[in-house]
Nanobody
Framework: EVQLVESGGRLVQTGGSLRLSCVVS????????IGWFRQAPGTEREGVAGISSEDGSTYYADSVKGRFTISRDKAKNTIYLQMNSLKPEDTAVYYC?????????????????????????WGKGTLVTVSS
């Protein structure tokens, strides 16, 4: 059974930092494209960051470039999203997702599709709230 379990979301003040984790089980960790997405109430899903399974290339939404970093620990089958300089507009439920069948270009298309395209496996999300 494939499972993605996110953790690390909580209330934080503007300017603060958080690290989200996503533990992946049931998939070959080396062979999956990975993405972090977020969705605030009443808004479309936004692709935040991703890692390609082909060469480990990383992708970031313009809104988080320079503030967020995606990484993975293969020994722990865990994906991280380090979030710094948090802003109130970062408030959302954050989801990690994985797909063994996405190329790098496919991952980028999913990340930028505003929810039109998805990935095969999703976690249930973790809530990040940034107070002003």
């Amino acid at each position: 059974e494939v499972q993605l379990v996110e953790s690390g979301g909580r209330l934080v003040q503007t300017g603060g930092s958080l690290r989200l984790s996503c533990v992946v089980s049931g998939l070959a960790f080396d062979a999956i494209a990975i993405g972090w997405f977020r969705q605030a109430p009443g808004t479309e899903r936004e692709g935040v960051a991703g890692i390609s399974s082909e060469d480990g290339s990383t992708y970031y939404a313009d809104s988080v470039k320079g503030r967020f970093t995606i990484s993975r620990d293969k020994a722990k089958n865990t994906i991280y999203l380090q979030m710094n300089s948090l802003k109130p507009e970062d408030t959302a439920v954050y989801y990690c997702a994985a797909d063994p069948n996405l190329s790098g270009s496919g991952l980028l298309r999913v990340l930028t599709s505003r929810g039109r395209y998805g990935m095969d496996y999703w976690g249930k999300g973790t809530l990040v709230t940034v107070s002003s």
